[in-house]
């Protein structure tokens, strides 16, 4: 009875308290153990009894150090010393960035159309990023891109366009292929509002038997359709590029004016959006595939100034500079 009373005394607020609360009580020179010694010392007739009352006793000190132990390991349900009526600590979540969202919207569009997300790097060698898409050493194409190129090694760059994982995926997938390819590229380019010196693309690739111009626009229509509305309108320009043959770049009908004239559509009423065409045959076979049975369509569209049409920003560095005041105006969570 004595001992009851002390276990009831027993404040225990710390892990401290606890573990001196066992050896007091269940260690191996702890009361329970000391008490079921003198069990030898008990005359035959009244061992049952005090067997009974040490029982009740041994598990009376054992409820009450399992109802502490919740201090030390999170787990009780009776947690003393913490108040669960407080309410919790708030924390905000951050938000994501305006190219992320935007980059997310267009890979899930192409994954519809059954486009699989590939990758590559942003150091990239000169055949992938130029001889391998029909841009040998003193291609003047090349010049239409200034290239950081890596002092260590003057076959390296930093890649130019995400056209350099249509190379490598060409070089190592079984056909067909059909892919897009999200990325950062980089161009030596004077940084101010409407130039950065690195942006990011998406690009596409489709190779098969019988894949023709009509399949690319109907690709292409599909997206806009999807990303900026029903009543967005498309144009299509000739253009050139060295890896596609016919080339072309398409414009949107700008979003942010409606056609009638703004800054960003340079009151035009278009935006050019990507760069496109079918793939040279000349490229399908740098790359060992037949041009003779396959045939194939590219794209490449700029996140950035998908993002500007969404959004009306009106500055490319806004994107890199990490100001929370930008940042946090783009809060979907997808
Ligand atoms: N790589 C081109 C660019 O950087 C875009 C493009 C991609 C054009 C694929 C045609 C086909 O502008």
Redesign the pocket.
């Known amino acids: 009875d004595q001992y009851k009373k002390e276990i009831d005394q027993w404040v225990i607020g710390s892990a401290e308290d606890l573990e001196n609360y066992r050896i007091r009580f269940l260690g191996t020179k702890g009361i329970v153990k000391a008490l079921f010694g003198e069990m030898k010392n008990i005359p035959a007739g009244e061992k049952r009894s005090f067997g009974q009352v040490l029982n009740d006793f041994k598990q009376l000190a054992e409820a009450k150090y399992e109802d502490n132990k919740g201090l030390t390991d999170g787990k009780d349900k009776d947690t003393p010393g913490m108040d669960l009526t407080l309410p919790g600590d708030a924390f905000t979540l951050g938000t994501r960035h305006p190219l992320s969202l935007v980059r997310n919207r267009i890979v899930s569009i192409y994954q519809r159309l059954g486009f699989a997300v590939a990758e590559g790097p942003e150091i990239e060698d000169d055949w992938h990023n130029f001889t391998a898409?029909n841009m040998p050493e003193n291609h003047p194409a090349r010049d239409?891109?200034d290239t950081f190129y890596i002092q260590r090694n003057p076959d390296w760059v930093l890649r130019?366009?995400?056209?350099s994982v249509?190379a490598r995926v060409l070089e190592t997938s079984p056909l067909p292929v059909r892919i897009i390819c999200p990325g950062r590229?980089y161009r030596n380019e004077t940084v101010s509002a409407r130039a950065n010196c690195f942006f990011h693309?998406v690009?596409?690739?489709y190779v098969d038997k019988h894949v023709s111009f009509a399949d690319l626009k109907q690709t292409l229509y599909f997206f806009v359709k999807e990303m900026f509305g029903e009543h967005t309108r498309v144009r299509f320009r000739p253009?050139y590029?060295p890896?596609?043959e016919p080339?072309?770049?398409m414009d949107i009908s700008c979003t942010v004016c409606g056609g009638t004239g703004c800054s960003l559509c340079k009151h035009t009423g278009w935006v050019e959006i990507?760069?496109?065409?079918m793939?040279h045959p000349q490229l399908l076979e740098n790359l060992g595939i037949d041009s003779t049975q396959y045939t194939g369509?590219?794209?490449?569209?700029?996140v950035e100034r998908i993002a500007q049409l969404n959004y009306r920003v009106n500055d490319l560095r806004l994107y890199a500079q990490n100001d929370l005041r930008f940042l946090q105006q783009f809060t979907s969570s997808t």
Do not use: Y
Request: proline letters at 0%; charged letters at 5%; aromatic letters at 12%.
């Open positions: 898409l239409m891109q130019t366009h995400t056209s249509q590229v693309q690009e596409g690739l253009s590029f890896f596609t080339s072309a770049e990507l760069g496109c065409g793939v369509f590219a794209f490449g569209m700029g």
